[in-house]
């Protein structure tokens, strides 16, 4: 945690807030460092950012900008992230730290509670799309660069796969053969890829990034985290949602049986349409599944890739977590592909 003298220093220099102010961790995020700051009167959200993970942080604000203003010009009805100016002009302090208003009576959940919010979430974010669709591409950059290369994450692989100890291959060799059994999934993406129109998408579309009623598990109040807003294939937010959405397992639980929900993906499938379907183009609708398939194939080769490596970028708890990540979503895959062909 930060120093109390710190977090003072910086928020007096973004609002007139009273100096005796209590403060806590939020501790949803993973990457960034979050944190509540109240008084009497009000609540802000301070961030210090994670620059190892995001070099670009003046393209990052401007990506929040750009969009934020964007909505608000065409009367987009939800809350609008706005960071807060502080006192020279900027959005950043020392580099690295940010501030937003607090959004009131909302929460969050970790993981999805029922089909119907499921379903809910898609459809907010394919409103979200519907109104940012006429963005410029020009107007966006780029916030972790390489992030949807798939090709390279196939590279990345195949180098773990030369240089792994005997005793990592050997453990991991059921995940190994699957990867390398599967590869027609990534060969069919990359394929698709001339032929998908490039668009606005936020990346990280998790169920933890909804603020929902507090009152209300069904009802959004706001689509947050922007951070990893970027231009790729939509298909990507609609994949990576469905990757977090239906595994009915824990992304660590290594078991097979159940892994996959028809029933959240369905109404993901519903939702994501609800407002994109006369906005996509043919190509697109026509290749939900597939979007949704190499997500999850990526995202196991990325799990095995790190356990080849010897856990050098996923935070570990026991020495085979990775390998469990690795198999949970190759369950999953596998789940999903027997139910979708019935």
Known sequence: ????????????????I?????????TSGHINKTYLIQNNNEKLVLQ???????ENLDAITQNILNVSNHLKNKTYPHTILQPI?????????????????????????????????AFEAARFLSFFHAHISDIAIKDIQDPIEGFLDFEKRLHQYEQAL??????????????????????FILQKWI???????????????????FLFDKEDANKIIALIDWDTILC?????????????????KEEDDPKAGNNFSLENYRALEEGFLYHLKDILTIKEIENLALGAKTVIYVQAMRFLTDFLN?????????????????????????????????
């Open 232 to 248: 790729g294939s939509v298909l990507y937010d609609f994949g990576d949602m469905v990757r977090s959405y239906t595994n009915l």
């Open 162 to 183: 030369q240089i792994a100890s005997k005793k990592r291959l050997q453990e991991a060799h059921k995940a190994i053969s699957y990867i390398n059994d599967n590869k």
């Open 85 to 117: 100016v502080f006192n020279d002009g900027a959005y950043l302090y020392d580099l690295k730290w940010r501030m937003f208003e607090y959004i009131e009576d909302t929460q969050t959940f970790l993981k999805v509670q029922s089909t119907q919010q």
């Open 18 to 26: 009273a100096p005796d102010f209590t403060y806590k961790p939020l």
């Open 1 to 16: 945690m930060e120093d109390i003298t710190k977090i003072k220093q910086i928020v007096a220099e973004a609002k007139e």
């Open 191 to 209: 394929m698709l890829m001339p032929q998908l129109p490039t668009r606005i998408i936020h990346a990280d579309p998790k169920i933890s990034n």
């Open 48 to 54: 210090k950012l994670n620059t190892t993970v995001f």
């Open 310 to 342: 010897d856990d050098v970028y996923y935070a570990i708890q026991h020495p085979k977590q990775n390998l469990d990540r690795t198999m949970s979503q190759i369950n999953l895959l596998k789940d999903m592909q027997e139910k979708l062909a019935d």
